[in-house]
């Protein structure tokens, strides 16, 4: 059955690319791979960020498993402007799937980003994925599945999270313990 492990990135230093993990963050990465390893995973895919990477290494590094970066993995961008009231912004989009601000990415299209990384790698020969990306972006993976997810739930995710979908039953589960 084939099993992803949506996973939300560790604290970070900030929203920018290259934004690396805290020191709390670097120690939430450690402690996600050891949660990882009682899991059978056979393929890592991340979000070229920094922060997504430095949340998935020490797994890497423990399993040996190689890390394939993915654009379609990065953070949707909401806009090119600092908005003050970007929080009500973000909720108007999931309101509006289709609503774009200046520079930045719809929910709709970060959908399609998400469905087509899914679509790819369902194909895959392995049946046990970890995906490492950020909270906006997560949101619409677990939406992928279960279109309950949206924009209280963002808001409940923690740093790092983990969701298990088993993507034939389409069946979503939370089983990171804060």
């Given amino acids: 059955m084939k ?18 993990l805290t020191a709390e963050g670097e120690g939430q990465a450690h402690r996600l791979a050891s949660f990882l390893e009682q899991y059978p995973v056979e393929a890592i895919y991340s ?12 797994f890497a590094e423990r399993t040996g498993i190689s890390i394939h970066e993915d654009d379609r ?10 908005f003050s ?3 009500e912004k973000l909720q108007r989009s999931f309101e509006d799937f289709s609503l774009a ?7 709709e299209q970060g959908m399609a980003r998400a469905a087509s990384f899914i679509e790819d790698v369902v194909k895959k020969d392995e049946n046990h994925i970890v995906v ?6 997560t949101t619409l993976f ?10 209280d739930e963002l808001f409940a995710l923690t740093n790092p999270d983990v969701y298990l979908v088993r993507v034939d039953e389409g069946r979503v589960e939370r089983v990171w313990e804060s």
């Fill in 47 to 58: 979000s070229p960020f920094k922060r997504a990477l430095q949340t998935i290494l020490p």
């Fill in 73 to 82: 993995l990065g953070e949707r961008i909401l806009s090119e402007k600092d």
């Fill in 132 to 137: 490492v990306s950020h909270g906006n972006l």
């Fill in 142 to 151: 677990l939406r992928y599945f279960d279109e309950k997810y949206g924009f």
């Fill in 85 to 87: 009231d970007w929080k």
């Fill in 101 to 107: 601000f200046p520079g930045g990415e719809s929910n």
């Fill in 3 to 20: 099993t992803i492990y949506i996973v939300r990135h560790a604290k970070a230093e900030g929203q920018p690319f290259h934004a690396a």
